[in-house]
């Protein structure tokens, strides 16, 4: 009797197999054994379990991704390709968040998304104000509830649930220059980096729900905030 074959196992124990694995290399050289093991790690490669994030670094010509878990560095992953032809021949802004989406913005019309480098997945976002392409000095994050992104002066705001038409101003952060934004628990921690303050903003309701004011002490001039959720 001919021995079986790896891709002759039960879809149920590859699923079961595939539900074990917390590297995002792992359940992709798991996936790319054949199409049933593929299959098997849909689960897996939709929502993989929480991990250190990788870094995005630019480079040229092409990006380099590194795992700090593996020690490794990636050269540039297949990137998900918008609906539009003409984006297909565009090199998008990419701006990465630790919560697995990174934004991309294409420097010609300010067409913006969100993609998940890992699972491919493409979710379409309006396009960013013309004052955007004025600068590359982005902060942004996103909450279940939607993305807030900013370039300088004043925050943004698009809700994903239900979708927006277009982005929204936040009028209670309209001075505000913030230089990084973090979203953690529910909030988003908004850093200006000029006067070291750190506004802290509900996530759904968009309320200022606290503020941290600047430490009594020397800071440098490019200093900057990071929030730890539940894994750093």
Request: proline share 10%; glycine share 6%; with cysteine.
């Amino acid at each position: 009797m001919a021995a079986t074959g790896w891709s002759d196992l039960p879809s149920e124990l590859l699923s079961e197999i595939a539900g074990g694995l917390v590297e995002l290399g792992d359940i992709a050289r798991f996936r790319s054994v054949c199409s049933s093991w593929r299959a098997a790690a849909g689960g897996a490669a939709a929502a993989p379990p929480p991990q250190p994030p990788w870094l995005l670094l630019p480079s040229s010509p092409s990006r380099l991704f590194f795992c700090p878990r593996e020690d490794r560095l990636y050269p540039d992953l297949r990137m998900p390709a918008l609906t539009a032809e003409a984006h297909h021949r565009r090199r998008r802004r990419l701006y990465a968040s630790p919560h697995g989406w990174t934004l991309a913005i294409d420097p010609t019309d300010l067409a913006a998304s969100l993609l998940h480098l890992f699972t491919g997945a493409v979710r379409a976002l309006p396009p960013l104000p013309a004052f955007f392409a004025e600068t590359d000095d982005l902060a942004w994050d996103w909450s279940p509830h939607g993305v807030m992104a900013s370039c300088g002066e004043g925050l943004l705001f698009y809700a994903s649930d239900p979708p927006a038409a277009a982005w929204a101003p936040i009028p209670a952060m309209a001075d505000c220059n913030a230089s990084s934004i973090n979203y953690s628990g529910g909030e988003f921690f908004v850093f200006e980096e000029d006067v070291c303050r750190t506004t802290i903003v509900d996530a759904l309701t968009l309320a200022i729900a606290d503020e941290i004011p600047a430490p009594a002490v020397e800071l440098h001039s490019e200093a900057r905030i990071a929030v730890a959720g539940d894994a750093l």
